[in-house]
Nanobody, 115 residues
Framework: QVQLVESGGGLVQPGGSLRLSCAAS????????MGWYRQVPGKERELVAR???????SYGNSAKGRFTISRDNAKNTVYLQMNNLTPEDTAVYYC?????????WGQGTGVTVSS
């Protein structure tokens, strides 16, 4: 099992920034990729950003040019730096880890962008 604990969500004004963190623990050996997804009520969960164990990154269309994903392998932590936030970024953000054929999810952290 892999445990994921997210932090860093909250309320921010439009144009502001937040950094989300996700710390992995447990059976972390063999994790091939980690990422961030987000979900709003009534919509499917969507990819925000993903980073492989080798450092290759990919982004959802909504994140390109504004968000940056990174990881600290020594701390088993992945980060999501979000800049120039808009109300459309309001969602629950979930950390994801892929290990073998399994997906693991954190409990989610809420991000609200509002003035």
């Amino acid at each position: 099992q892999v445990q994921l604990v997210e932090s860093g969500g909250g309320l921010v004004q439009p144009g502001g920034s937040l950094r989300l963190s996700c710390a992995a623990s447990g059976s972390i050996f063999g994790i091939t990729a980690m990422g961030w997804y987000r979900q709003v009520p009534g919509k499917e969960r969507e990819l925000v950003a993903r980073i492989s164990s080798g450092g290759t990154t990919s982004y959802g269309n909504s994140a390109k040019g504004r968000f940056t994903i990174s990881r600290d392998n020594a701390k088993n932590t992945v980060y999501l730096q979000m800049n120039n936030l808009t109300p459309e970024d309001t969602a629950v953000y979930y950390c994801n880890a892929q290990r073998t054929v399994f997906d693991y999810w954190g409990q989610g952290t809420g991000v609200t962008v509002s003035s």
